[in-house]
């Protein structure tokens, strides 16, 4: 990529593919040098399914014609992997649920495809999917932490350059919602799952090093912290009535029509989410360019920083009775689909370029920031502290609890909760030293 990268190692946020597949049905033996048989995709892409993945396929199949591949798409992809794991038959390559599985179970469930030493010569992301040195899963694609918003709303509220500090940013969601009658903020409380990508922000308030030091810190929801400062910004744009009146009527697939057309204005998303946004505005009738996308509000001395983080993690099932063939799809489709440039991602690619989807991050000369690794051996330390604290770092419950409290359909308040955070976090730090 053409900006600078510091040194680091993401979460995985959001949406992309996964394979599930059967046995060889093509009469001849599946090999390395000649895959062959049946593979079933399985995808969280209900959009894409019987369109760009179908064409895929068909290109996939001019390199490897004795494979064939089947899609069958998922609503509900982490839940129903959920439930698939717990069996043999969850296919032959798959999405890694991050959610479900823990870094020290990767050699449970998947086939190691190579070392991170090898295999970071050529990727992105890599230790992301890997434990102990060994990759299991490749990342489909990368993203840039921000939010994306409607150009004309906050060009109408007097907003054209972005927000600075937490103060101003919440200023510029009011004045959204004072001169625009649009709704500043949109939660997706109800679908849940785009709260999860509110964790991807680690690392942009205090560095690279950030998710590493939450294994000892007894006290993380403090001010000055980077988990701290992403729930206080959502819990004070909540209290504040920045967002909408019933967020558990909030619907994913709606928002992009409704951002789209200036019916809200903002949403704390990956970069990924760009295109799907300008694709809304265009069926709106609307120029690409109403989308735009820029940093969390957490500059210093004016230089603004953005997390980088792969998405979803490609993987070959241990269980594969085609291990070959599932192995063919998941290399082509790293290095040869073009997925990542089709969503205006980060390639997980390191020859490929920026994308243009960061052309407002590129303007504004923002540096990306990608995660120190975690310790090697304790790569499932955090998911560990979190489980046995009953917090759910990387998913949603426990921010729909937080802005229940903050739109005061919960009892408490923001001290309370984040108290109670801390208290568990602390205990749940202890019991996993």
């Known amino acids: 990529m053409n900006r600078r990268f510091v040194t680091l190692t993401a979460l995985a946020t959001t949406s992309a593919l996964v394979l599930v597949g059967c046995s060889s049905s093509s009469g001849q033996e599946s090999t390395d040098e000649n895959p062959a048989g049946e593979i079933t995709v399985l995808t969280n892409r209900t959009d894409l399914v019987d369109t760009v993945f179908q064409d895929y396929a068909d290109t996939f199949n001019e390199t490897y014609p004795d494979v064939e591949v089947k899609f069958e798409a998922l609503t509900d992809y982490e839940g129903d992997l959920r439930i698939r794991l717990n069996s043999r038959d969850y296919g032959d390559a798959l999405l890694i649920p991050t959610s479900n ?9 998947f086939e190691p495809l190579g070392t991170t030493d090898e295999l970071g010569e050529t990727y992105r992301f890599i230790h992301d999917g890997s434990y102990d040195g060994t ?29 600075t500090t937490e103060e101003e940013y ?26 999860d990508t509110l964790a991807g922000n680690i690392g942009g308030v205090t560095g690279p090093d950030a998710l590493n030091e939450m294994i000892t810190d007894e006290s993380p929801w403090t001010e000055g912290k980077d988990i701290y400062a992403i729930d206080s910004l959502l819990y004070e744009t909540v209290a504040a009535g920045l967002t909408e009146a019933d967020p558990t009527t909030t619907n994913w697939e709606e928002s992009k029509t409704l951002l789209a057309s200036g019916d809200i204005s903002s949403m704390v998303l990956g970069s990924w989410a760009v295109t799907q946004m300008q694709d809304a505005a265009e069926l709106a009738g609307k120029p690409r360019e109403t989308i735009g996308f820029w940093p969390m509000p957490w500059a210093t001395d004016g230089q603004f920083e953005s997390v980088t983080a792969t998405d979803k993690l490609i993987a070959v099932s241990k269980n594969s009775d085609n291990k070959p063939a599932a192995r063919a799809w998941v290399d082509w489709f790293t290095n040869d689909s073009g997925f990542a440039e089709s969503q205006g991602a980060i390639s997980p690619l390191l020859s490929a370029e920026e994308p243009d989807t960061l052309a407002d991050f590129t303007e504004l000369g923002v540096d990306y920031v990608e995660l120190t690794p975690r310790p090697t051996g304790d790569e499932s330390l955090i998911n560990d502290i979190a489980n046995s604290a009953e917090i759910t770092l990387f998913g949603n419950q426990y921010r729909q609890q937080l802005i229940d409290t903050a739109r005061g359909a919960r009892d408490g308040d923001k001290a309370a909760f984040f108290d109670d955070l801390n208290a568990r976090w602390a205990t749940a730090v202890g019991q996993n030293q």
């Open 135 to 163: 990759v299991y899963g490749l990342s489909t694609f990368g993203s840039a932490m921000g939010y994306v918003f409607n150009r004309d709303v906050w060009t109408e509220a007097g907003i054209t350059t972005p927000p």
């Open 101 to 109: 599985v823990s870094p020290n179970q990767f050699a449970d469930f």
């Open 170 to 195: 919440l200023d510029a969601l009011q004045k959204v919602k004072d001169t625009t009658g649009a709704v500043p903020y949109y939660t997706n409380y109800a679908d849940g799952w785009p709260l």
